[in-house]
């Protein structure tokens, strides 16, 4: 049972232009999701984060957007980097469930930022 | 300020031996999470723990793994007589409270 999905396994976008990722989840007790970043054999980094009370939260040339209604939230890198090249990560958590911190990954998304 | 510190790196067992994996949260963090990576898959949830305690083991098989978070040193990842199918990379995520974790390296488990 995936219950936060990406899609898209990989995204390519060019240098400069906006970068948009996606992700849907299943369990409406989610009330906290997180985007990480992957290299190759590196640990997942920390990118930006909303609450289920929020609808966006900007960061930089990050923002992420959540669509409760449609348990769909989405992540906009703009501009677009080469070094943004990476896999992301979607991952989503109940906190206000008693599941503590425990977080479910998507399968990521390969983005390739062409110069 | 130091990051989530794991080690080794990369390990390599042969079937039957075991595995200790070590993870030693950011500076002032009494939460640890361990995730499972599996080749051409995503991150999946093994255990939480606080010091001392394991609060959610759900993700975790039944036979062969266990973990701990001693009062003092770090958190370990046990595996008895691993398997073929326990080769992955094993994730250790910290955090203040539970909220934003933070990743560390990984340790590359190869069983040969």
């Known amino acids: 049972d995936q219950q936060v999905k990406q899609n898209s396994p990989s995204l390519s976008v060019q240098e400069g232009r906006i970068s948009i990722l996606n992700c849907d989840y299943t369990?409406?007790?989610?009330?906290?999701f997180l985007w990480y970043k992957k290299y190759p054999a590196e640990g997942p980094t920390f990118l930006i984060s909303i609450s289920s009370i929020k609808d966006k939260n900007e960061d930089g040339r990050f923002t992420v957007f959540l669509n409760k209604s449609a348990k769909h939230l989405s992540l906009h890198i703009v501009p677009s980097q080469p070094g943004d090249s990476a896999v992301y990560f979607c991952a989503a958590s109940a906190r206000g469930n008693n599941q503590g911190g425990k977080l479910i990954f998507g399968q990521g998304t390969e983005l390739s930022v062409k110069p | 300020n130091a990051g989530v510190m794991q080690n080794p790196r990369h390990l390599v067992r042969r079937r039957g031996q075991e595995a200790r994996l070590r993870c030693s949260p950011m500076?002032?963090?009494?939460?640890v999470y361990w995730y499972r990576q599996l080749p051409e898959e995503g991150l999946k949830f093994m255990v939480y723990l606080q010091k001392e305690n394991i609060i959610d083991e759900s993700g975790m098989p039944k036979e062969r793994f266990s973990a701990e978070f001693p009062k003092e040193g770090p958190s370990i990842l046990r595996i008895q007589q691993v398997v073929r199918g326990d080769s992955a990379a094993y994730f250790c995520a910290s955090s203040h409270v539970p909220d934003t974790q933070y990743f560390g390296p990984g340790t590359r488990l190869t069983v040969l």
């Open positions: 369990n409406s007790m989610f009330d906290y």
């Open positions: 500076k002032g963090h009494s939460h």
